[in-house]
């Protein structure tokens, strides 16, 4: 089964959620609330969503009860991406104005901080502990990962357990958990819900390195961002790490990506490194990383009943690397 049919078949169960999306992001502000429908509806796949549908699929399919904690992830995402811009200071995000267009640094936070709470009610609304600790311990691994992040800005000696790390607490801990709420409100049992925890994670790291791979072969009118747009913010990705790591550039050129790292350049300079990383074989290196994490995921489905449902998750992996923006 290829991903395009698993949207097809999911869309009515995905426009309720789309729906209720809407719904929580009507504020009594209007330009807040036209920004963030804005943000809403350039907001992809929502695979986050789908993905906690995908994983109750097999099992008490109940959308009354999924559609709220549906919501509430992307809810979460949305609010990580916002608070993201801020600490960034980003212009645009999927091609979309950022709040800091409009708004200084604090309302930005403020509204940040409004999107994670209604992303807690939604959670808190399905009256389940399980999907509270869930939804409570994910928070806290976005905030590590995010933490970890600033931390490890232009340093040049982050190792692939350390941005293991990073990723998974910014990225693959929602993937995780969506995939983990979604079994949990579908009554699957303990072990099964520990496949689907560790599927989502695996997913999820695969997502975010095809990311970081994407940030080197897109352009802005793909990814509604600049081309580099990490190593303009000193955070050292995959690709990045192997350049430096993999003996194929030379002392000159990592210098030069070392100090683009430390201290920043102007567009040529970026656009020279980028080019640099592309051409060293870094992105297909990083991509093999990304594709074993699939494999594991994949791997891991294979413990669950054979179902057209268990398709849909590999479809969904499979996805992953297969994404362009």
């Known amino acids: 089964m290829d991903f395009t049919t698993v949207l097809e078949r999911m869309r009515p169960d995905l426009q309720r959620v789309e729906d209720r999306l809407v719904a929580e992001t009507t504020l009594e502000f ?18 986050r969503p789908l993905l906690l549908l995908l994983a109750a699929r097999p099992f008490r399919y109940d959308l009354d009860r999924l559609v709220p904690a549906a919501a509430g ?23 979309q104005p950022t709040l800091n267009t409009v708004f200084e640094p604090s309302v930005v936070i403020m509204v940040g901080d409004y999107l ?43 190792g692939f357990d350390d941005y ?6 910014k990225t693959a801990s929602l993937f995780a958990a969506a995939a983990e709420i979604g079994g949990i409100l579908a009554e699957a049992t303990d072990e099964q819900l520990d496949i689907l925890r560790e599927f989502g994670g695996a997913v999820g790291l695969a997502f975010q390195i095809v990311d970081d791979i994407l940030d080197f072969r897109g352009n802005e009118a793909e ?3 600049p ?26 050129q990592r210098a030069l990506v070392a100090e683009i790292l430390a201290q920043g350049a102007n567009d040529a300079t970026i656009a020279t490194a980028v080019a640099l990383i592309r051409d060293s074989g870094a992105l297909e ?12 995921a994949k791997a891991l489905l294979a413990q669950l009943p054979e179902s057209e449902s268990r ?4 479809a969904l992996a499979d996805h992953a690397l297969a994404r362009r923006t």
């Open 227 to 252: 081309a580099g747009q990490d190593l303009r913010q000193g955070t050292v990705t995959l690709p990045t790490m192997l350049f430096l790591q993999n003996g194929k550039a030379t002392a000159e």
């Open 285 to 296: 290196e990083a991509f093999d990383y990304a594709r074993r994490f699939v494999e594991e």
């Open 73 to 95: 992830i992307e809810l979460l995402h949305t609010a990580s991406l916002i608070h993201d811009d801020a600490i960034d200071g980003s212009p645009l995000r999927r091609g």
């Open 223 to 225: 990814l509604g961002k």
């Open 30 to 47: 209007p330009l807040v609330s036209d920004i963030l429908h804005g943000l809403i509806r350039a907001g992809g796949k929502r695979l």
């Open 164 to 169: 293991q790390r990073r990723i998974y607490g």
């Open 116 to 158: 994670f709470a209604r992303s807690a009610m939604l959670a808190a609304s399905t009256m389940n502990p399980r999907v509270l600790a869930v939804f409570a311990r994910c928070l806290g691994s976005i905030c590590d990962g995010q933490l970890r992040e600033l931390f490890a800005a232009h340093r040049t000696d982050v």
């Open 311 to 314: 398709d849909m998750l590999a």
